[in-house]
């Protein structure tokens, strides 16, 4: 929601170095989202797109000579260090590649940390780390980006299956960081962001979930994926009601599209879903676990957790594990409370 891709001067596929009056539209445009000043809140924009999209066929990709690309890599490194910005700095590879792709984004990130080693931990791709992948996906990306059907063996049960919690460690253990994906990928176990549910605590325990497996981030594919006709009605595009719709129009004076909230509905959008509600509560909880984290607490509070979640879904084997005589997770509102108050209390009483 609040990246700053669209707010920047577009140089399309110009492999030239950037100049001074480029840079400076650039910081003119960008200054007041990263410092928070656009926004009423004061809050600083969260992440930062960049021109590269390594193993795409298009843009710089397609268009730059390695000596070009690895140029333009380092000068915008140079520049967002300068800013204070990379840290907040995402490179998208190519979106969801097929292993043909592979070779590509490799060498694309190759040519991007000839420039400037620090954009390794800022490439992301919507891939799952395997067997097969990994001698050439790990030296290329800081972050795989995996759909929650696309972890550990509980789905896939082949030789090539994706990694799970026995084979992480080794990911983790090089600096690369995991996040969870939903993109209308998921069936039944496992959560969604759906409305067609009865389990409305589904993108709550999604966050616990996600926390428990050691992920420090979460993609969502889209927010307001709204059907132009009627963008309050139930968007069955994907099949699944409400995936991809967490924010919905207000009024609008009629000139703007889609027309906006129905008749009876006068309040100015966005107008959140209570479904993004609890998207915020699970994250909550997630910075709660993190807090104890941090104070030294990480087996009380796994333990903890381990309560209500066992895994995240995907269970069709004979291998797959119970937790207190159940599969999956457990939407006990009262166990939550009391699982959130035990850790809140063990962070006081910890110096």
């Known amino acids: 929601i609040d990246t700053a891709a669209s707010f ?11 100049t001074a009056s480029y840079w400076s539209s650039y910081d003119a445009r960008l200054a007041p989202y990263m410092n928070g000043s656009y926004w009423s809140d004061k809050v600083p924009t969260g992440r930062l ?5 390594p193993g795409v066929s298009w843009g710089l990709e397609a268009t730059c000579t390695q000596a070009q690309y690895t140029a333009l890599a380092k000068a915008y490194a140079s520049h967002l260090k300068n800013k204070g910005w990379l840290n907040e700095a995402v490179v998208y590879a190519a979106d969801e590649p097929d292993p043909s792709t592979y070779p590509a984004i490799a060498k694309n990130s190759k040519w991007m940390q000839a420039g400037d080693k ?7 791709d919507t891939t799952t780390p395997r067997k097969s992948n990994v001698a050439v996906l790990s030296p290329a990306l800081g972050i795989f980006t995996v759909c929650l059907a696309c972890y550990d063996n509980w789905w896939d049960q082949s030789s090539d299956h994706p990694y799970g919690r026995a084979e992480w460690p080794s990911l983790f253990a090089k600096g690369i960081k995991l996040w969870f994906y ?6 039944a176990p496992y959560p969604t962001y ?34 132009l006709k009627d963008p309050w009605g139930p968007n069955t595009t994907y099949g699944k009601t409400g995936d991809g719709v967490l924010l919905y129009p207000g009024n609008h004076d009629g000139v703007k599209k889609p027309a906006g909230s129905p008749a009876d509905v006068a309040i100015d959008g966005p107008i959140a879903s209570y479904r993004l509600k609890m998207i915020r509560a699970g994250l909550q909880d997630w910075a709660l676990f993190s807090l104890a984290v941090q104070k030294g607490l990480l087996n009380y509070t796994r333990a903890q957790v381990g309560r209500a979640y066992s895994q995240l879904g995907g269970c069709t084997w004979s291998g797959c594990q119970k937790l207190n005589g159940k599969y999956f997770w457990q ?9 959130r108050h035990n850790v809140a209390m063990k962070i006081v009483a910890t110096p």
């Open 194 to 227: 759906a409305t067609n549910t009865l389990l409305g605590m589904e993108p709550q325990m999604m966050k616990w979930g996600a926390w428990y497996e050691k992920a420090t981030g979460f993609l969502m594919w889209d927010v307001s994926d709204w059907d």
């Open 331 to 339: 939407t006990n509102d009262a166990l939550l409370v009391s699982i």
């Open 118 to 124: 620090a954009w390794k931990p800022h490439i992301m």
């Open 182 to 187: 939903e993109s209308n990928a998921q069936a």
């Open 49 to 53: 797109e960049t021109p590269f999209s």
């Open 8 to 18: 920047v001067p577009d140089r399309g596929t110009d492999c030239s170095p950037p």
